[in-house]
């Protein structure tokens, strides 16, 4: 009986140790900024509804995306915007016709911080059929590194 009790006490304290130098090595490392949520999300870009960000390049001074319409039908008068945290910028193109599961490409002038920007895209648009107006909007992460 007390060798059974003898091994369970000796196995906690030797892997018991192991488990705590591992902890205490991750928290260090998150503390001096390797690691954390940055390190583990990577850059993306997305909308609700039908419209696809197919992709995206953040450049010097601007960023180039491409979007597709994936809504089934064709749009037109498309307006976008990009929102930053206390800036907003306009593409130099605009496009007056999207066809559906088409490409359009734009270039939008853009002053990002380094490190990692969370970003909002609006699309307003409206749908050649109907003449309805829809605004979509999307979000995106991109890392900026100096």
């Not at 850059?43 to 319409?69: K, P, V």
């Not at 915007?81 to 496009?95: A, I």
């Not at 309805?132 to 590194?145: A, F, L, Q």
Request: aromatic share 12%.
């Amino acid at each position: 009986m007390k060798k059974r009790g003898q091994a369970a006490i000796e196995f906690l304290y030797i892997h018991g140790w192991a488990i705590f130098a591992v902890m205490a090595i991750l928290g260090a490392a998150t503390y001096m900024g390797v690691g954390g949520h940055e390190f583990l999300t990577g850059e993306n870009c997305g909308f609700f509804g039908g419209l696809i960000c197919e992709d995206f390049e953040y450049h010097e001074n601007f960023m180039s995306l491409s979007i597709r319409n994936g809504l089934g039908y064709g749009i037109n008068r498309i307006n976008l915007s990009l929102h930053g945290e206390d800036w907003e910028g306009v593409p130099e193109n605009t496009s007056e016709m999207m066809r559906n599961n088409e490409n359009i490409f734009f270039v939008i002038p853009c002053n990002l911080s380094s490190g990692m920007n969370d970003l909002k895209i609006k699309v307003q648009y409206t749908i050649t059929q109907t003449m309805h107006n829809y605004t979509s909007v999307g979000s995106m992460r991109v890392k900026v590194i100096d």
